[in-house]
């Protein structure tokens, strides 16, 4: 009896917690999706949790690591929440709970950097529901005998609208934002200098190997929003100020009206680990960025441009990338596609030859010029070197480690990447014996990945391959072994294969 009790106690609290975050959802739907209950404290979380753990989290989950920081949020919101239906069978103490968890989600909504005077109203609102059906719960439920089956019945409804509403709220979301509507609304200009067309031959023809353009959907995304930030072209504004004669505003219709460049651009994460497939290679399209600098006349005391993005997360790009005559572009075109809302819609910003984390800022709404010992960007008090120029690095991606193939020729194939210096040269060694020069695929640009080719005489056995390149200023890669933090993993990727 007493057991049963507890159980619907418990259900009532978990149905009570679910309406509360499906009603705040249809909320947030309506003022930010960012500003949900679950969204605004797994930022906050995401914004302060140590960097060890953030290291953990992307070498275990990878670009999943925002589904499993999720999933922990929400096991641990339903735990929280069948609490305070147990603690709601004596007293006050359970909906206190439940204004407790509403009122932390509230303050940590209303202080993200993107929020508005609206942010904690979705979780405020939600909790007062919570506690209101939380108390008429517990209420019917002591009125009854503990077997009666209309107890379980009053929970799954509750737990059902709960669902059912915050899956309104979310569609609701990116309908209303209509940060969708607006991206499908776009034809992409034909910019002023066109790539030219892909040299044939840059593509080596191994079976099993990626498409030298990386398709849109297969791109790898790494970013700390756990809410895509869902802008709308037609009101996006770049703000150029700091360390400048004038401020500069670019609005989205003179971007697209400028002298348009389209470009093929390797990026890569830092926290790409050797053999790692944080990187993608896109034909982009984009105004570049030195024009504008100029425009807004950059005083000599500079030495950096540190980026924001609309969610407050923030870039220092060194000035000379940015004005050294390399492609740094506000990109507004992914492969003939206006940007995937989660890479940047409706504008990111893309500099060849550095790590993302210190230039590709998506969502990007400001430039302010300034000097590196007067600011710090996001990752770099949570220990990532301020300055992340791409190290030179090489992959094995056929055969694919720890696969059997049989004895005779074998193709092996991987890419290599220095991006702004460009590769001239791969090297292949077998059971450390003599590195063997690989043939490199055609060249599209010093700024893309070249892939490369070797053809191997195997014999029968336990074999262990290994790959380095060289690139256009002559350096070699190491073989030193580093980790990801704080500026770039090094290494020699290798692979065991058995020769049957
Ligand atoms: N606004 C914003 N931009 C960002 C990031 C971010 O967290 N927020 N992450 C950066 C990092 S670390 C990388 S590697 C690239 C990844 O871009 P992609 O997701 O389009 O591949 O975006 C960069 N731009
Ligand atoms: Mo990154």
């Known amino acids: 009896m007493k057991n049963n009790q507890l159980l619907i106690a418990a259900g009532a609290g978990l149905a009570s917690g679910v309406l509360a975050l499906g009603l705040a959802e249809v909320v947030a739907g309506l003022v930010s999706p960012s500003a949900a209950p679950i969204i605004a404290l797994g ?73 508005s005077a609206l942010s904690a109203l979705p979780s405020l609102i939600g909790a007062a ?51 969708t509507a607006s991206r499908e609304a776009i034809k992409l200009p034909v910019p002023a200098d066109p790539a030219p067309a892909l040299p044939s031959g840059v593509e080596v023809g191994v079976d099993g190997m990626e498409p030298f353009l990386t398709p849109n959907a297969d791109f ?19 703000r150029i100020h700091g360390l400048v004669d004038s401020e500069v505003t670019l609005t989205w219709a003179q971007l697209v009206a400028g002298d348009l460049i389209e470009r093929d651009l390797t990026l890569m994460c830092v926290s790409n680990e050797v053999g790692g497939d944080l990187t993608g290679n896109a034909r982009w399209i984009g105004l570049p960025v030195a024009p504008l600098l100029e425009r807004a006349g950059v005083r000599p005391a500079a030495d950096m441009v540190l980026s924001t ?13 940015l004005t050294d005559g390399r492609d740094a572009i506000l990109a507004i075109g992914m492969n003939g596609e206006p940007l995937p809302l989660e890479h940047g819609f409706p504008v990111r910003m893309i500099v060849p030859g550095l790590y993302g984390y210190v230039s590709a800022t998506k969502w990007v709404v400001d430039l302010e010029v300034t000097r590196f010992d007067a600011v710090e960007a996001y990752w770099t008090p949570r220990g990532w070197s301020e300055r992340g120029p ?54 599209d640009s010093v700024d893309t990945w070249r892939q490369w080719y070797f053809a191997w005489e195997a014999s029968s056995g336990e074999h262990r391959l290994q790959v380095r390149a060289t690139d256009g200023d002559g350096m070699t890669q190491t073989g030193d072994e580093a980790p990801p933090a704080p500026d770039g993993a090094t290494g020699w990727h290798e692979i065991n294969v058995s020769v049957r």
């Open 129 to 179: 529901a919570g506690m209101f059906v939380l108390d008429r719960l517990i209420r019917t439920n002591r009125s009854r005998p503990p077997d009666d089956r209309r107890a379980v019945l009053g929970l799954g409804v509750v737990l059902g609208v709960g669902i059912a509403t915050g899956g309104i709220g979310n569609w609701l979301g990116a309908r209303l934002r209509g940060a």
């Open 43 to 115: 930022d906050v979380v995401v914004d302060n949790v140590p960097a060890w753990l953030k290291t953990f989290a992307v070498s275990t989950f990878g670009t999943h690591d925002k589904v499993a920081l999720l999933t922990v949020a929400y096991l641990i919101a339903a735990a929280l929440s069948a609490l305070a239906g147990v603690l709601a069978l004596k007293g006050r103490l359970g909906t206190w709970l439940v204004l407790a968890l509403g009122a932390l989600a509230a303050l940590a909504a209303a202080t993200r950097p993107e929020a």
């Open 309 to 321: 993005s609309s969610d407050g997360w923030t870039a220092s790009t060194p000035l000379e990338t």
């Open 390 to 443: 791409v190290k030179t690095g090489s992959r094995i991606d056929v055969p694919s480690n720890g696969t059997t193939v049989d004895a005779g020729k074998v193709a092996v194939a991987g890419i290599a990447w220095a991006q702004h210096r460009g590769i001239t040269a791969v090297e292949v060694r077998v059971n450390e014996g003599a590195w063997q020069p690989a043939t490199l695929a055609a060249e």
């Open 220 to 238: 790898y995304r790494i970013d700390t929003a756990l809410s895509v930030p869902l802008l709308k072209a037609e009101d996006w504004e770049l």
